[in-house]
């Protein structure tokens, strides 16, 4: 047997020629730790010649791909693409105490109940707990079969000496390890190589593997990168914990589309779907309130309609705040800055708060004129109307450009009660009950939340207007 020794880093998973007291990839000091595993002589060559590609004209003669197992939670369905495709493997990461576990022991009862074959692996929990959280969550009488182990090698094992299972979840990856190396359990080295045998496993017997992940303070999922790389799909669960929704997003997604989101509501027995999402993120809106607008969004395929708001006060110091929850504060900024220069409104040298109400974060251009509607009523105090939606990209020269899948965010808006669609200026979609009310640029938004009487004066460059 020959060794191979390699130093990697315990914190970003980067792997050095030597050992140094600093990575130069993460910065971190005192992480790079030497490891070191056996290989055997010879095995390169012993798989020499074993395979051969095969073109697709080949593949088409051989047998169909099996179909996508259902777990019969629509919504986690949704965000896999229809299903969970056999032989892949799905990591799902997230804050702790959000839902993992409670999500994925759902689907695996939901599917069992089916009359699939599924096992669930707990390296946290002692089978009792388990047991536990199964009853209050009344699914205890689901033929889920249970286990609760560390080591890969007992995991491997154990699903050999049986039937492969149809669905396999590991809870979580962080706490399997390895016997082969010396690391701590949760260390890079130990991730790496229990993500590798599991999704070996899980491509050679057909089953489908589900992993949870811990995720670090920055919210990225806990080890290296690479562990990423190995499975066929990532999915963060998202949530607030003042809120009581969750949301499950794909961030890659091999078998089916990305920025998909499934939406859970925690309740005393578990998550439940929500069949409407948008009811639920407007919920009880005030026609009064100014500083609210409604933005039609999109969220993969499915149109999500969500309320923002915003609240423009004087500022108390020499430096205005700026106060985001829900979007991204450099875009924020970039729709003030288009306000005061080309809509003339004077409203950068104010404390600036913004809110997507429920606790969603939305990161689509088109919520640009939603907000910009939002920070005109709360500058004004003119409230905007409240069976109204917005959606549109705000350039740098202060024209709204169109946004894609207009029809699909209109239909959504038109089915939940609404009327009144302000839409980028040029837009020829017509919805049933739906009035458009096109806004060419920023001075016309001004205009239609109460800024001005009449159109203002455009400002082309500083000093001279139009």
Not at 60 to 73: D, F, L, N, V
Not at 255 to 280: C, H, Q
Request: charged residues 20%; hydrophobic residues 45%; proline residues 6%.
């Amino acid at each position: 047997m020959a060794r191979s020794a390699t130093f990697a880093c315990q914190a970003c998973g980067a792997v050095q020629a030597k050992w140094s007291g600093k990575c130069d990839a993460c910065g971190g000091w005192n992480t790079i730790v030497e490891e070191a595993r056996a290989v055997p002589a010879g095995a390169l060559a012993q798989k020499r010649g074993r395979g051969r590609p095969f073109s697709l004209d080949d593949l088409k003669t051989q047998e169909a791909a099996p179909p996508r197992r259902a777990t019969g939670i629509a919504e986690f369905d949704r965000v896999c693409g229809g299903g969970l495709v056999p032989g892949s493997a799905l990591l799902i990461g997230g804050d702790p105490g959000v839902g993992k576990s409670t999500l994925i022991l759902q689907a695996l009862s939901s599917f069992a109940k089916s009359g699939g074959r599924a096992v669930y692996i707990s390296g946290e929990e002692a089978m009792a707990q388990v047991q536990l959280r199964a009853a209050r969550l009344e699914v205890s009488e689901a033929p889920v079969a249970l286990g609760s182990a560390n080591c890969i090698e007992d995991i491997l094992a154990t699903l050999e000496a049986g039937p492969p299972p149809d669905v396999l979840a590991i809870d979580s990856i962080q706490t399997i390890w390895t016997s082969a190396l010396e690391a701590a359990p949760g260390t890079v080295a130990q991730v790496r190589t229990a993500s590798f045998d599991l999704v070996r496993y899980a491509k050679a017997s057909g089953a489908t593997l589900l992993l949870a992940g811990h995720v670090t303070k920055d919210g990225q999922i806990a080890g290296p990168k690479v562990v990423e790389h190995l499975v066929d799909a990532v999915l963060y669960f998202e949530g607030e914990r003042g809120h009581h929704f969750r949301v499950l997003r794909a961030v890659k997604n091999r078998f089916g589309p990305t920025d998909e989101i499934g939406v859970f509501e925690m309740t005393g027995r578990g998550l439940a779907e929500v069949g409407n999402p948008s009811a639920l993120f407007l919920g009880d809106r005030l026609a009064s309130a100014p500083g609210a607008a409604v933005f039609a969004g999109l969220e993969g395929t499915r149109p999500l309609l969500v309320e923002v708001q915003a609240l423009v006060a004087p500022a108390s110091y020499g430096t205005p705040r700026r106060a985001v929850v829900g979007w991204d504060g450099g875009r924020l900024a970039m729709i003030l800055a288009v306000l005061d220069a080309r809509a003339g409104l004077g409203i950068g040298g104010s404390d600036i708060y913004l809110n997507v109400a429920g606790g969603l974060r939305i990161g689509e251009p088109a919520a640009d004129l939603a907000a910009a509607a939002a920070l005109v009523s709360s500058l004004t105090g003119h409230a905007l109307p409240k069976d109204c939606v917005f959606f549109g990209e705000i350039s740098l020269s202060g024209d709204v450009r169109p946004a894609p899948q207009a029809e699909l965010r209109l239909k959504e808006a038109a089915k939940l009660g609404f009327r009144l669609a302000a839409v980028p200026a040029g837009m020829k979609t017509a919805i049933s009950g739906l009035e458009l009310r096109p806004v060419r640029d920023v001075a016309d938004l001004a205009a239609f939340a109460g800024a001005a009487q009449e159109r203002p004066r455009r400002i082309v460059r500083p000093g001279v207007v139009e």
